[in-house]
Nanobody
Framework: QAQLVESGGGLVQPGGSLRLSCAAS????????MGWYHQAPGKQRELVAA???????NYADFVKDRFFISRDYAKKTVYLHMNSLKPEDTAVYYC??????????????WGQGTQVTVSS
């Protein structure tokens, strides 16, 4: 069973940057796809970015060219680099691990989430 622990959230001004981290425990990190989702108040959780076991990435349209997902296999950590942040990026951000090497359907393991607030 995998455990995921997110960190790096906080309060940032519009236009600022943050880097979220998701540390994974358990075996097999390198063979699974990983993803970042967010959930704003009153809205459903939705995909922000995902990365396959081989490093291929995909992004939601609303974060393209602003956010970047990466993974460090040695540290068993996945990152979300967030740039040019907007107030509408305010949400709880969750890290998830998929059941296979591709980012299909929904993750089967989730972290506890980290709050990101973009406000002046």
């Amino acid at each position: 069973q995998a455990q995921l622990v997110e960190s790096g959230g906080g309060l940032v001004q519009p236009g600022g940057s943050l880097r979220l981290s998701c540390a994974a425990s358990g075996s097999g990190f390198s063979i699974y796809a990983m993803g970042w989702y967010h959930q704003a108040p009153g809205k459903q959780r939705e995909l922000v970015a995902a990365i396959t076991s081989s490093g291929s990435t995909n992004y939601a349209d609303f974060v393209k060219d602003r956010f970047f997902i990466s993974r460090d296999y040695a540290k068993k950590t996945v990152y979300l680099h967030m740039n040019s942040l907007k107030p509408e990026d305010t949400a709880v951000y969750y890290c998830g691990r998929y059941s296979g090497s591709g980012a299909y359907r929904e993750p089967i393991y989730w972290g506890q989430g980290t709050q990101v607030t973009v406000s002046s």
